[in-house]
């Protein structure tokens, strides 16, 4: 398996992932999922919103090198519906921008700004990770409070989507 095979995977799996904690809420009143705290963001609608605006941001460094916002401004929605939305146009975004690449693409440096405006370069595989990786750990945060409220989403492991 190639490395950009292995990134199309990740993103595959981010996108599960994702929708099984998606589901996990459907049901659980925006009132209830913006009280229940995270250990992150301050409660499940904030983490997920985190989530999904960080892969906003992150896309938008890939493909015009530099921010349209900081991913706090990203996040800023209070409801469900907000984040479903939000989630829903950057997997497809992610999604179609993924499938595009070169495997030239993914080892290759690429520059961006950050929130800040500093300058970076690193190897475009390894960002597209981290954004994976980012997302895993703040959706082990959601599932955890997910959880302690009585809707666990299941198993998010990597092996069961694989299956």
């Known amino acids: 398996m190639s490395k950009l095979e292995q990134i199309?995977?990740?993103?595959a799996y981010n996108e599960w992932a994702s929708n099984k904690?998606?589901?996990?809420a459907n049901g659980v009143s925006d009132e209830a999922l913006?009280?229940?705290?995270?250990?992150?963001?301050?409660?499940?609608?904030?983490?997920?919103?985190?989530?999904?605006?960080?892969?906003?941001v992150w896309l938008h460094r890939w493909r015009?090198?530099?921010n349209p916002a900081s991913v706090v401004d990203e996040q800023q929605v209070e409801t469900m519906?907000?984040?479903?939305?939000l989630f829903e146009r950057s997997h497809a975004d992610l999604h179609g921008y993924v499938d595009s690449l070169t495997d030239g693409q993914v080892n290759a440096a690429a520059p961006y700004k950050d929130s800040a405006g500093n300058s970076n370069k690193r190897p475009l595989w390894m960002m597209l990770t981290h954004v994976v990786?980012?997302?895993?750990y703040h959706r082990g945060e959601i599932a955890a409070a997910l959880n302690v409220m009585g809707h666990s989403p299941g198993n998010l492991d990597m092996t069961v989507f694989s299956r």
Do not use: C, K, M
Request: hydrophobic fraction near 35%; aromatic fraction near 10%; charged fraction near 15%.
């Open 21 to 24: 904690l998606l589901d996990a």
């Open 133 to 136: 990786n980012h997302g895993t």
């Open 34 to 56: 913006n009280a229940t705290p995270t250990s992150s963001w301050g409660s499940i609608v904030t983490d997920f919103a985190h989530i999904a605006g960080a892969q906003v």
């Open 8 to 11: 199309q995977y990740l993103y």
């Open 81 to 85: 519906a907000e984040v479903r939305d």
């Open 64 to 66: 015009e090198g530099q």
